[in-house]
């Protein structure tokens, strides 16, 4: 049982998390930087603009979804494109979970539009998933080095 205290404590904060979590909305999920970082899907993949130089289903979004008061997360290119000035590898680690929403979202009443309730709810606990299959393997590699309950018989 010692060697499980570990474990004990991290389930027990990802339990934490899921119960804080699901006690907010959803709806801010893709907000702000996130958003900066997420841009990238929707533009790619539902509307062939990863240089978003058309601007109305960007305005279109600002409007329906207000994940951002201004578009910081955007500077003009030289050549009136604008560019994402965060780098995609978010996106990667979002990418799964856009997918999965991208695929459900029109079957569960939603628009497949990149930002409604499907998109921001998987990509939330997606991540967390993510997190706790990290924090996972970190104690599987720790275990290798160190007891469970570490003394400090360095003191």
Known sequence: MPRRWSLITVWA??????????????????????????LY??????????????????DEVMLKYDPSTTLYQLVEGPDGSRVIKYSSGMAVAYAPWFFIAHVIAEQLGYPADGFSMPYQVLVTYGTLLHVLLGLFILRKVLLHFFDDLVRRSWL
């Open 41 to 58: 899907l929707p533009a790619t993949f539902i509307h062939d603009d990863p240089a978003l130089k058309d601007r109305a289903w960007l």
């Open 13 to 38: 904060l990802c339990a934490l998390l899921f119960i804080l979590r699901t006690t907010q909305t959803a709806k801010h999920a893709l907000t702000w930087d996130v958003f900066g970082y997420y």
